[in-house]
């Protein structure tokens, strides 16, 4: 008999353990957690630039601009592409305007003897682009490299 109340009770445990996992899982799914991608343009290619703009783009696109925060961190040749006269400005623009946030590595613009006068409206800066990502990720930001 006392085995029998432990096969029951055993049952009962693992149903409630069930439950409150279920549970769980909803309260994650409606109370979702944001989130968070930093991408980094190393290249002075404008192709690479409008694969990074487009895969910010995209992930707005899949899961809601709502729901993502997206910064593009650019140093060493991929910094050329924030420059006033880039290829890519209109692109940035639109990026900006969605809420992406553009990121300069100012050791980079130091290098290049560029000023932020040199550089596209709306941008951000910080004093090293690697260190940012590396920021990022220790924050849990995913990271992608196009």
Known sequence: MNRRLFIHAGV???GATFLIAAGAQGAGAAGQKRLKLVIQVSDNDPAKWNLALNNAKNVQDDVGAANVDIAIVAYGPGIGMLKLESPVGPRLAEALKANVRVVACENTMRGAKLTR???????SYVPAGVTEIMKKQGEGWA????
């Open 143 to 146: 990271y992608l490299r196009p």
């Open 12 to 14: 009962a445990v693992a």
């Open 117 to 123: 006068d040199d550089m596209q409206s709306g941008i």
